[in-house]
């Protein structure tokens, strides 16, 4: 799964394994869409920033650390706290948003084999 839950940069904490979330929240939205319910979102805040998106679904930010990029030295360089912060998990939100767009628009188009589909990507960019 992704990095984003590690203890030195902790943006995720839920009480169900991302695996269970994932599939609750794809079988509930599918049925309300199915059921002529609409998109409604019930994201949960994953990220400090997360913002409403014009098209109806919610997008994550990555927030800035709690600490300077330096606070862990010699442990660990401040160039190498940047570059996995600014770089590796900014990734893993810019994936993230990316999938839930499409899952959006899956679901608007009610294309349930792209629904499944999308589970591993969300998963993986938004699990711990």
Do not use: W
């Amino acid at each position: 799964g992704s990095l984003l839950s590690l203890s030195l940069c902790p943006l995720l904490s839920r009480p169900h394994s991302s695996q269970q979330h994932t599939s609750t929240a794809l079988r509930s939205l599918v049925a309300r869409k199915s059921l002529g319910l609409g998109f409604q979102s019930k994201a949960k805040i994953l990220a400090v920033g997360s913002t409403a998106h014009s098209r109806g679904f919610q997008t994550f930010s990555l927030p800035d650390l709690p600490y300077d990029y330096g606070a862990l030295e010699p442990a660990i360089s401040g160039e190498i706290m940047q570059l996995h912060h600014q770089k590796h998990h900014q990734t893993y939100v810019t994936n993230y948003n990316k999938a839930l767009e499409q899952l959006h628009d899956a679901i608007a188009k009610g294309d349930a084999a792209a629904v499944v589909k999308l589970q591993s990507a969300i998963k993986f960019n938004g699990g711990g």
